[in-house]
T-cell receptor, first 109, second 115 residues
Framework: GIQVEQSPPDLILQEGANSTLRCIFS?????LQWFHQNPWGQLINLFY???GTKQNGRLSATTVATERYSLLYISSSQTTDSGVYFC???????????FGAGTRLFVKA | GAVVSQHPSRVICKSGTSVKIECRSL??????MFWYRQFPKQSLMLMAT?????????EQGVEKDKFLINHASLTLSTLTVTSAHPEDSSFYIC???????????FGDGTRLSIL
């Protein structure tokens, strides 16, 4: 099956800093989503981005499907950005979504 | 839009009890619903995929008789953990999807603790 790798696994930022989270996948995908899981366990849908670039406030994401990677950019980080960021892909060979291991982000005040 | 409601949010019960978790899509029709399990500090692991009106497809290693899934309508799926034991304690999350290759929308999860 498809492999989904996220990096870095852990990230500590000072409030106001920028960061880039990476997601690489081993096979062609039909769709890709980025999620933020907050400390209460809620999964917040950030982007549905099988290809191209999208922006939503301080967050933006780019997926280059032909090169099998996606990037999530966080600018001017805030303490409320803390949590785990997951990349999840739906691949061509199946009808289910595979999650990466996540990037655990902590933003210090 | 695209709200998924999951109840209950937390359950604490004795070993041997069966527990039912509901997942509802409030403002869209969910042709497919997914059930995930998440252990502390780990990623989400898919347990099963259910389509309205048909039997669920379980992932390898997930016991069908232990985790009963019913997707009786386009807005409701239920997961029943039968005769739960302490090792079943976990965070269970559902998601719903309106069509193939559409975004998945997640419920807020159910934290299950079996004493």
């Amino acid at each position: 099956g498809i492999q989904v790798e996220q990096s870095p696994p852990d990230l500590i930022l000072q409030e106001g800093a920028n960061s880039t989270l990476r997601c690489i996948f081993s096979d062609s995908v039909n769709n890709l989503q980025w999620f933020h899981q907050n400390p209460w366990g809620q999964l917040i849908n950030l982007f549905y981005i099988p290809s191209g670039t999208k922006q939503n406030g301080r967050l933006s994401a780019t997926t280059v499907a032909t090169e099998r990677y996606s990037l999530l950019y966080i600018s001017s980080s805030q303490t409320t950005d803390s949590g785990v960021y997951f990349c999840a892909v739906g691949y061509t060979g199946g009808f289910k979504t595979i999650f990466g291991a996540g990037t655990r982000l902590f933003v210090k005040a | 839009g695209a709200v998924v409601s999951q109840h209950p949010s937390r359950v604490i019960c004795k070993s041997g009890t069966s527990v039912k978790i509901e997942c509802r899509s409030l403002d869209f029709q969910a042709t497919t619903m997914f059930w995930y399990r998440q252990f502390p500090k780990q990623s989400l692991m898919l347990m099963a995929t259910s389509n309205e009106g048909s039997k669920a497809t379980y992932e390898q290693g997930v016991e069908k008789d232990k985790f009963l899934i019913n997707h009786a309508s386009l807005t409701l799926s239920t997961l029943t953990v039968t005769s739960a034991h302490p090792e079943d304690s976990s965070f269970y999350i559902c998601s719903a999807q309106d069509g193939f290759n559409q975004p998945q929308h997640f419920g807020d999860g159910t934290r299950l603790s079996i004493l």
